[in-house]
């Protein structure tokens, strides 16, 4: 049983930046990756960025690469979504995930846990 609750989203001026985090509890934690992705209203969740919890290797989508970076504090059990360069079309419910597989890292339905979801609001 594992349990992701995300912070750090809010309402940013485009071109402006904000850092999400995702803390991660349970007696073990021991995903293949951790990712991030977002969904607006009549639409599947898309995905943004993944990580490999044991080894680190990154994954972006095409629309956030060079302004996007995903990081992990592999201690405390966290992930992060650093966001800089904002866009208008960032704004979605931005949700963590923990799970996934080899080959399937971008894919939601591999996920086997899920945060509650931030709201990202960008402005212009």
């Known amino acids: 049983q594992v349990q992701l609750v995300e912070s750090g989203g809010g309402l940013v001026q485009a071109g402006g930046s904000l850092r999400l985090s995702c803390a991660a509890s349970?007696?073990?934690?021991?995903?293949?990756?951790m990712g991030w992705f977002r969904q607006v209203p009549g639409k599947g969740r898309e995905f943004v960025a993944a990580?490999?919890?044991?080894?680190?290797?990154?994954y972006y989508a095409d629309s956030v690469k060079g302004r996007f970076t995903i990081s992990r504090d592999y201690a405390k059990k966290t992930v992060f979504l650093q966001m800089n360069s904002l866009k208008p079309e960032d704004t979605a419910v931005y949700y963590c995930?923990?799970?996934?597989?080899?080959?399937?890292?971008?894919?939601?339905?591999?996920?086997?846990?899920w945060g509650q979801g931030t709201q990202v609001t960008v402005s212009s």
């Open positions: 349970g007696r073990t934690f021991s995903p293949y990756g």
């Open positions: 990580i490999t919890w044991s080894g680190g290797s990154t």
């Open positions: 995930s923990a799970g996934g597989r080899a080959g399937y890292i971008l894919v939601a339905r591999e996920y086997d846990y």
